[in-house]
């Protein structure tokens, strides 16, 4: 059975940061390329961060320098490191495994950026 689950959102103050794990079992992890995506209300979901794989990483514009996704195959774990947090980085951020054409989604997790 296929299970991506989301962890490490919370409530943070601008500047703060947040580390969100993404830990994955029923696939063969290595092989996946993964991804960060998020989606504030009322907007579409965006791809935040991903990483193929092989190592290569591509981020949105929005959180150039101020984020950084990498993965651990040997715990199927993806991470995203959030730094220099802004109001507008909240949203519910999802994990997505990416084969081909397969993808599969986790739950998701709240990251809330207030003062």
């Known amino acids: 059975q296929v299970q991506i689950v989301e962890s490490g959102g919370g409530l943070v103050q601008p500047g703060g940061s947040l580390r969100l794990s993404c830990a994955t079992s029923?696939?063969?992890?290595?092989?996946?390329?993964m991804g960060w995506y998020r989606q504030a209300p009322g907007r579409q979901r965006e791809l935040v961060a991903s990483?193929?794989?092989?190592?290569?990483?591509n981020f949105a514009d929005s959180v150039k320098d101020r984020f950084a996704i990498s993965r651990d195959n040997a715990k199927n774990t993806v991470f995203l490191q959030m730094s220099s947090l802004k109001f507008e980085d909240t949203a519910v951020y999802y994990c997505?495994?990416?084969?081909?054409?397969?993808?599969?989604w986790g739950q998701g997790t709240q990251v809330t950026v207030s003062s």
């Open positions: 997505n495994a990416k084969l081909g054409l397969y993808n599969v």
């Open positions: 029923g696939i063969m992890f290595t092989r996946y390329n």
């Open positions: 990483i193929t794989s092989g190592g290569s990483t």
